[in-house]
């Protein structure tokens, strides 16, 4: 099992700056990526972004490619999201997804964190 903490949300101006941490504990062995996504009122839940934990190669969705930056610290277990030049659109709950390979399998287990309100308004 693994077990998400996010941190870091809050209230931010339009166009201020805001860092997201998860950090993942119990069997982080296995991880094969992590993820940020987020959930709009009234919404689906949708991708953020997403980081390959052995290359560190990421992945955002395109309203975010530029303004958001997505990072690994392997040693600690973490995933942040650095998110600069917010709007109001992108006021939402952020969650922290990982998911797990299983050697020798296709099987990809995923783990969801509670999630944080990241509220961006004038």
């Known amino acids: 099992q693994v077990q998400l903490v996010e941190s870091g949300g809050g209230w931010v101006q339009v166009g201020g700056s805001m860092r997201l941490s998860c950090t993942a504990s119990g069997q982080t062995s296995r991880t094969h990526n992590m993820a940020w996504f987020r959930q709009a009122p009234g919404k689906e839940r949708e991708f953020v972004a997403r980081?390959?934990?052995?290359?560190?190669?990421?992945y955002y969705e395109d309203s975010v490619e530029g303004r958001f930056t997505i990072s690994r610290d392997k040693a600690e277990s973490t995933v942040s999201l650095q998110m600069n030049s917010l709007q109001p659109e992108d006021t939402a709950v952020y969650y922290c997804n990982l998911e797990a390979q299983i050697t020798g399998t296709s099987s990809r287990p995923s783990y969801w964190g509670r999630g944080t309100q990241v509220t961006v308004s004038s």
């Open positions: 980081i390959m934990w052995n290359t560190g190669n990421s």
